[in-house]
DNA sequence: CTGAAAGCGCTTACAG
DNA sequence: CTGAAAGCGCTTACAG
């Protein structure tokens, strides 16, 4: 049993098998060159104490530490999904996770503080880390994937066609017969929500459909950012007869205002959005969006970053998955078309 | 800029500002007593260099870290509202957060692996830790707060009222008129588990409703595994009228099943679940359940732990939080009563 | 087969 | 005001 108080150390064990430390790591770590006696005794000591090497004292010691590290400053329904899909790939391969989340969310190192983290993690702890949606570029000593990169960004990265999937939604909208479409966009910088505007812009003007700007809300990917500013959208005289948000959380806000306001979706305004996320599927109507299996893009990133630690990546640097049109209930022909 | 190499330490730093690393550690942490000279000297080798402390090196030293550590085994809807209460509880409160997740998840360390972590973690790398629906009883050098233990842990814990709330489901099912309830257990061990399964045996007997011990299904939280249950408990002729499943994952998982099989909810079969996680007020029909607010879980459980942690934690040692019954449209009167 | 010693990157008394 | 030295818990050549 471990002791109450302090952690149980090497030198406890070492102490009461009565050797050296140098001889207990050996054990602990499968070396040879150990006589099974000693073997049996510290295997017994370890036991007693209830013992478990320190993992910040083997990871500073070492080089490799099979840890692979993830940092993000959000949990959201795309966070989870994103997990599901490291853990998938990291299943099996040796490799741990730790994901690094600070508490000063809204604080003062709110920016650039993925970047902190990753420095202060890798080197030692971890052998590679990848990075969620950060709010810059990152830069590490060690391998580093990035998912969902500010735009330009150069390291290795994995994100979603969102310039095809974008477009695939406006040109569903438009031919539906909807001129004018809202567009909520995503956390400014990010590649993600650039490429998704830009998918809405091209999409209009290939089909001669000029661009009303009163119509473009600035989002941030965050659910809540939607809210005031679906709103703004559908009190105007004026109002969009659809919607395009870049993400579903915002979408599926975006569903409730309309339903506070009174307007029928999709009767009165067709909703889109960005991901498909769980809820989607499930929201009534169902959400018409653009799946980037999320999953899928945490999958690739650990994969990647797991090559790259090991030496061995062959891929591009940037991995680009494809996207796909969802459609569901939540869009359908204007009422009237203009 | 950082050297593309190795990451920078605390020694190139005392090196290009000519000073000690000693001198260099009191500018990093702002103790008093450097000449204000020697400050900037420091603080622009540290700038030049991209310097950021080495968490591992740091906490290995000092005896006090910041650093929260969290374990699961999992990453679903339920880990994912638990954890944004953990952020919560956390944010400005000058704590980080590690979460550790191991990747054997089906490996030889399955049973009992978060003790292992939670060994490896404490006493140097984290202040204390929270363990979330371990598979086993842990314990720690440091404080360590349990979100839904095992049935007879005495560890400091928070769970919600699993009693109660599924108390509260049945006798909601058994006013409708329903008698042949089915029940998906949860994972066997957990407090929770037995506690809902209690529940639904005490209504049952309180209600006077003689129980068929066919009629309970053994799941395991996760709703993959309560299809194949969800699906040998319809195939019966003698099929329940309605079920209760331990979960929502689960019950949104037979209300899939269901849906599969032809039956419609709640005209044949009626379904409820437990925790009501955000897909459940989504889902079509609504799902009926029991909210335990999985956030506020996480929230008291990093509120406790910090308290355990300042040692100044005046509260009970386990934490019981009330459930609300949620009735939405998967639960309607038995087609045909008895 | 085993141990003493050095060192991973820091922090903290202890001298000066 | 500043530095040399010890030490946090490990691992790994290097001797023996």
């Not at 700007?213 to 009190?235: T, V, Y």
């Amino acid at each position: 049993m471990a002791k109450g108080g302090a952690p149980v150390t090497m030198s406890d064990v070492a102490q009461l098998a009565g050797v050296s430390t140098a001889t207990v790591s050996r054990v602990v770590n499968g070396r040879y060159g150990v006589s099974a006696s000693t073997v049996t005794h510290v295997r017994l000591a370890i036991e007693r104490l209830g013992y478990e090497p320190s993992l910040v004292a083997t990871s500073l010691r070492r080089s490799r530490t099979n840890v692979l590290g993830l940092v993000t400053h959000t949990f959201q329904s795309y966070t989870a999904e994103v997990l599901k899909g490291v853990m998938d790939a990291l299943s099996q391969s040796g490799f741990d996770l730790i994901i690094y989340a600070n508490s000063d969310l809204y604080g003062t190192y709110s920016d650039g503080w993925e970047q902190r983290h990753l420095a202060r993690l890798s080197g030692t702890l971890t052998d590679g880390c990848i990075a969620v949606t950060p709010s810059g570029e990152v830069r590490s000593g060690t391998p580093i994937v990035v998912i969902d990169p500010v735009k330009g960004s150069t390291v290795p990265s994995v994100t979603a066609d969102n310039f095809a999937g974008a477009t695939a939604v406006v040109e569903h909208l438009l031919g539906l017969g909807h001129r004018r479409i809202g567009f909520i966009a995503g956390r400014a910088g990010l590649e993600a929500a650039w490429s998704r505007e830009e998918g809405y812009r091209r999409a209009l003007a290939k089909a001669g459909v000029s661009l009303d700007p009163r119509l473009i809300a600035r989002g941030s990917f965050n659910p809540e950012s939607a809210a005031p500013l679906a709103r703004a959208l559908l009190d105007r005289v004026d109002r969009p007869t659809a919607i395009f948000a870049a993400s579903d959380g915002m979408a599926l806000k975006t569903l409730e205002v309309a339903k506070d306001l009174g307007l029928s979706v999709p009767g009165d305004l067709s909703v889109a959005g960005f991901d498909n996320i769980p809820e989607s599927a499930l929201a009534e109507p169902g959400l018409t969006t653009v799946d980037q299996s999320m999953d899928r893009l945490g999958y690739e990133a650990a994969r990647m970053l797991k090559s790259l630690v090991r030496g061995d990546w062959e891929g591009p640097g940037q991995i680009v998955l494809p996207t796909r049109l969802v459609v569901r209930g939540s869009t359908a022909v204007p009422k009237t078309s203009p």
